[in-house]
């Protein structure tokens, strides 16, 4: 059974910084593109950033130029390093892989994390 497992959300004031985590374990046979969503209060879930196989970046305008993505291929991880953080970043972030379940790779669903809040105070 895969799983993703965010972490490293938090209270954080104007301005400041935080790194989210999220590693997948499990039964995996590889990974593909991953990504970050988030839910403010309120409003619907929204893409953030996403980062294929090969390490390209792609980021939402709310986002670029303070957010950065990457991830670690050996551990199954992507990471989500946030700076000068504002008060509409508050919500809950989740991450999401396709995710191999078979050895022919023919088989690569989607899978979410359970989240991680994040709080920005003014």
């Known amino acids: 059974q895969v799983q993703l497992v965010e972490s490293g959300g938090g209270l954080v004031q104007t301005g400041g910084s935080l790194r989210l985590s999220c590693a997948a374990s499990g039964r995996i046979f590889g990974v593909k593109d991953m990504a970050w969503y988030r839910q403010a209060p309120g409003k619907e879930r929204e893409w953030a950033a996403g980062?294929?196989?090969?390490?390209?970046?792609k980021y939402a305008d709310s986002v670029k130029g303070r957010f950065t993505i990457s991830r670690d291929n050996a551990k199954n991880t992507v990471y989500l390093q946030m700076k000068s953080l504002q008060p509409d970043d508050t919500g809950v972030y989740y991450c999401?892989?396709?995710?191999?379940?078979?050895?022919?790779?023919?088989?690569?669903?989607?899978?979410w994390g359970q989240g991680t809040q994040v709080t920005v105070s003014s």
């Open positions: 980062i294929n196989t090969g390490g390209e970046p």
């Open positions: 999401t892989a396709a995710i191999c379940t078979t050895w022919t790779g023919q088989y690569c669903p989607d899978f």
